[in-house]
Structures are given as C-alpha cells and as structure tokens.
C-alpha cells in the first residue's frame, strides 16, 4: 500500500502485525535499513497491540542487561536452549 503524506509525497509501505512481530529483533538490533525502520516505526505507533509488544522486548532487554552482569551456568544455558529447540519444534 503506497502512502501519501500531506505534501503529496512518498510514505513507506504500512507492515501488518506479522510481519512487524517477525521484525522487532531486526529492528531492536539496528539490523533493519533506514527504510525498514520507518515502515515498521509507522505500523507500531499506529498499533496499540505491536507498540505493546514493542515495549514488552525493550523491557526484556533491559532486565537482562541488568541480570546478566556475570555469565550464567553451563545447565542453565543447556536449559533453555533444549526449551527454545521444544518451543520451535512445536510451532
């Protein structure tokens, strides 16, 4: 969907919720373009539900920056790689 804005001129493509979803770790990460970001940016601050989300993965981040000063033990990694691979192979 080709946007217009109140110039008349270009607005990026507007994401759906999957798609934003699928891309906030892309977008978390500054691995998204410039024109990436402004799509998804746009889909989020139009979307209570994706702005949520949103701020729910920033929030994560931050408790595991905060949590995370030391290494954590060998099983507890082992743990939750075995949940994560449970996880996906179930989806």
Do not use: W
């Given at each position: 969907?080709?946007?217009?804005?109140?110039?008349?001129?270009?607005?990026?493509?507007?994401?759906?919720?999957?798609?934003?979803?699928?891309?906030?770790?892309?977008?978390?990460?500054?691995?998204?373009?410039?024109?990436?970001?402004?799509?998804?940016?746009a889909?989020?601050?139009?979307?209570?539900?994706?702005?949520?989300?949103?701020g729910i993965?920033?929030?994560?981040?931050?408790?595991?920056?905060?949590?995370?000063?030391?290494p954590?033990?060998?099983?507890?990694?082992?743990?939750?790689?075995?949940?994560?691979?449970?996880?996906?192979?179930?989806?």
């Open positions: 969907m080709t946007r217009r804005d109140e110039n008349g001129g270009h607005m990026p493509d507007m994401a759906d919720c999957g798609e934003v979803y699928e891309s906030l770790f892309e977008l978390l990460d500054g691995e998204a373009t410039p024109e990436r970001c402004a799509v998804l940016r889909h989020i601050e139009a979307c209570p539900g994706c702005f949520a989300q949103l993965e920033e929030e994560i981040r931050e408790l595991v920056r905060r949590c995370c000063c030391t954590a033990p060998v099983t507890l990694r082992e743990k939750i790689v075995l949940r994560l691979r449970i996880e996906r192979y179930r989806s």
